[in-house]
């Protein structure tokens, strides 16, 4: 899979993210559980639960073998996990807060104990966004780590609280975002040895460059000569398009672009969620 980048070792990470997301929740006040979130629909509340339905269909599924929910006969698979999610948020709003955060702590607990015992160098579940393929465990975990932090984040705007944007939180998340750079320009034509870098500034960002191969878009190293396209974004403007807090029009209008504009508008679509 090293057309995905190097690997990373996002393990030591997952029990940090628990402490910060358990003291976050820890710290609201009554009315901040029904404040809404940018999940449209959902509460605090609602997106605290999403991330207990995380930890227990983890554990589950890759730690018990335990996987009865499949998709109805031609529903589509981003189309199930609405579903799916929608249906445990709503069941589980009987759950108090006091009880939920109880839940998140034990269950979290034995979900951060599951992260160490994996073999980050098997194939896994396709990352989506990363491409219809089997993706090396390594590419899961990361993927699932983003997908606590994007929470945690939603909840802290929600209630008016500080994120995890320091540099040892935001760095791992942006680096697994950009890893779904080949699988968005994956039908966007140009010659091989093309290549398109995308530069998040600050200090939680880095540079990520894309190289057209005979048979595929790739991430690598950057190399001696300009890129043929290239786009500049400060951190925010990158985790928010990721997720689709804002739009690739919105993130072009902050980002700075240079050269092919057919490689930079194709980029600034990239999505590393399910949607």
Do not use: K
């Not at 509460?43 to 991330?51: E, I, N, S």
């Not at 890759?62 to 189309?79: C, T, W």
């Not at 948020?89 to 994996?118: E, K, N």
């Amino acid at each position: 899979m090293s057309w995905l980048g190097p690997r990373l070792d996002v393990r030591p990470l997952f029990a940090p993210q628990h402490a910060a997301f358990l003291a976050l929740l820890d710290g609201l006040d009554a009315g901040d559980w029904a404040r809404p979130t940018a999940c449209p629909g959902w509460t605090v509340q609602d997106v605290a639960t999403h991330v207990l339905g995380d930890y227990l269909g983890r554990l589950s599924i890759h730690r018990d073998g335990f996987g009865p929910l499949h998709p109805h006969h031609d529903e589509a698979f981003p189309a199930f996990i609405d579903r799916i999610n929608d249906e445990w948020v709503i069941a589980a709003r009987r759950i108090s807060p006091p009880l939920l955060l109880d839940l998140l702590s034990s269950v979290g607990a034995q979900a951060m104990s599951y992260w160490r015992t994996v073999d980050l160098d098997a194939l896994g579940w396709p990352v989506s966004w990363a491409g219809p393929d089997p993706a090396p465990v390594w590419l899961d975990a990361a993927r699932e780590l983003t997908e606590y932090w994007t929470h945690h984040q939603q909840i802290a705007e929600a209630t008016g609280r500080p994120g995890l944007t320091r540099p040892e939180h935001l760095a791992p998340v942006l680096d697994t975002f950009l890893r779904a750079l080949p699988h968005t320009l994956r039908d966007t034509p140009a010659a091989a040895g093309t290549t398109l870098q995308i530069t998040v500034t600050g200090p939680a960002g880095g540079t990520w460059t894309a190289t057209r191969t005979p048979t595929r878009w790739e991430l690598t190293t950057p190399s001696r000569r300009p890129p043929d396209a290239l786009i500049e974004l400060d951190a925010d403007t990158a985790w928010r398009l990721c997720t689709r807090s804002i739009t690739p029009d919105q993130a072009a209008t902050r980002a700075h672009t240079h050269g092919d504009q057919h490689l930079t508008t194709a980029a600034l679509n990239i999505l590393s969620i399910i949607r």
